[in-house]
């Protein structure tokens, strides 16, 4: 990953902060951005506060025989089901920072996490990746004595309170070395890379790569796919829908998602059920709920648990999708626990057509109407194509709105990965039996066709 920028007389190298869930990477990030001067971490997206892509701080300080040093800090997502992730940014990694929860019940997971990173960054025939061992969580009762890390390890060790920012600059500083002596041997070889200029920013670059991988490598669905029902008792009466009041850990985004709870909050609001166990209500400002039968649980962790699995899957589709929703948890008079999804109405195709052909006749011509509708879901079924799941491409989820065309729709609940459909011939069958419908075959505007 390190490089040589010659316009800027610099050189590039890549601290990867790796480390167990919740071992503190994000908040040493932080801590360390403000001990650097460089102010806000960018964090893609977040559910619960977990790292779902990276956190990223660049930093320009020191000299490297004579050439500028840009650090690249980046942290990995913990959580096993973003493993993809990890890998994608250790393999960029010219040294590493583990930030191990050395705290008495953190110590385990933390062993066997490093002993797996230690494998994970040999490459052969390349110079070494250098790992420091950040051991944080030292002001937790029992933190394990140093003299033990030290001894079984092997690594330099760095001791850390990551919340109060000790210890966080000196790991890195450690870290810089290590990355510049692989710099140094990477010349040596020959094999330093000429970085070319950047044709765009080298965190939405890692973010476009990111969002471009399989998301259920190790077979654990992201999404929920399959959300059990377990064996809950038949609710009475309507479900309850989520408010604001709800407890934070209920709900994603955590902070926008409550604002828009309260936007969409209707005193009078009563859920209605649409097939078995399929409930929506109407909720204040153009927000819609929506909740399948299979997304009550008995169990809380469970409720979560899928509630999670959701925000990931919204954070991955984000790009294409219209971007006032959330995913929330509401809990009923029986004990259990509802997944609902709220969404507030953007107008689609559908809409815009119906009130042009409501609309007086010469203002819009019906062939203008149809051949702006099938421009319109052409453009959607070619910009969709590059999303991560198989978005439903209809006229009614399709946004009027030109830029960015985005989906307006419920988001699916068994999101299939993209398929090699052709879109384009789905939606255009779809125009064309409506023109037939509407119009007759007199009026239809076959140079519209996107085939
Ligand atoms: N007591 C104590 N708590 C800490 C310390 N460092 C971080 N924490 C807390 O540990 C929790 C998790 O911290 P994060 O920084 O989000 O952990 P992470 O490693 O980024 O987690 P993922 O993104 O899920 O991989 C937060 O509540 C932090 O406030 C520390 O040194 N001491
Ligand atoms: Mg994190």
């Not at 400002?285 to 929506?290: A, L, N, S, T, V």
């Amino acid at each position: 990953m390190a490089s040589l920028d010659r316009a800027r007389d610099a050189v590039v190298v890549r601290i990867v902060y790796d480390g167990p869930p919740i071992a503190g990477k994000t908040t040493t990030l932080q801590a360390l951005a403000e001990r650097l001067g460089q102010g806000q971490v960018r964090s893609p997206e977040q559910t619960d506060g977990r790292t779902l892509f990276f956190d990223w701080v660049e930093y320009v300080g020191g000299r490297f025989e004579g050439r500028q040093i840009r650090c690249q800090i980046a942290s990995v997502p913990g959580q096993t089901e973003l493993l993809p992730r990890r890998l994608m940014l250790l393999a960029t990694a010219d040294a590493v920072v583990f930030v191990g929860d050395t705290s008495r019940n953190g110590i385990n997971e933390s062993r066997a996490h490093l002993e797996d990173l230690l494998s994970r960054v040999k490459r052969p025939g390349e110079p070494q990746v250098g790992v420091v061992l950040q051991a944080n969580k030292r002001d937790l009762p029992g933190a394990v004595p140093l003299a033990e890390l030290v001894g079984t390890t092997g690594l330099a060790v760095v001791e850390s309170v990551a919340s109060k920012g000790e210890g966080v600059r000196e790991a890195f500083v450690f870290a810089v070395r290590l990355a510049l002596d692989r710099v140094r041997e990477l010349n040596r070889q020959g094999g330093l890379k000429e970085g070319k200029p950047d044709a765009e920013d080298p965190a939405d670059a890692l973010l476009r790569d990111m969002l471009a991988l399989p998301l259920n490598p190790l077979g654990r669905a992201l999404w929920p796919s399959a959300l059990e029902r377990e064996s809950v008792q038949a609710p009475q009466g309507p479900p309850r829908v989520p408010d604001a009041s709800i407890p934070s850990g209920w709900i994603w985004p955590p902070v926008h998602g409550r604002v828009y709870l309260q936007e969409a909050a209707r005193p009078d609001a009563v859920a209605r059920e649409l097939t078995a166990g399929e409930w929506a209500c109407d909720g204040a400002h153009g927000w819609r709920f929506h909740s399948v039968g299979s997304a009550e649980f008995n169990d809380l962790e469970a409720a979560r648990s899928a509630l999670i699995r959701w925000a990931q899957l919204h954070a991955v589709v984000g790009p294409w999708v219209s971007p006032l929703r959330c995913v929330a948890l509401s809990q009923q008079p029986e004990g259990t626990w509802r997944l609902w999804q709220a969404v507030r109405s953007v107008p689609s195709v559908w809409q815009r057509l119906t009130e042009g052909l409501q609309g007086p006749r010469e203002a819009a011509p019906i062939s203008a109407l149809f051949s702006q509708a099938a421009a319109q879901c052409s453009r959607a079924a070619a910009r969709w194509s590059q999303a991560p799941i198989d978005l439903p491409c209809t006229l009614e989820t399709v946004s009027a709105e030109l830029d960015p065309c985005v989906f307006v729709g419920l988001m699916p609940s068994s999101p299939r990965p993209t398929e090699s459909i052709d879109r384009r011939a789905r939606l255009w069958q779809q125009l064309h039996s409506m023109l037939n419908a509407e119009l007759g075959e007199a009026h239809y505007v076959r140079e519209a066709s996107p085939r």
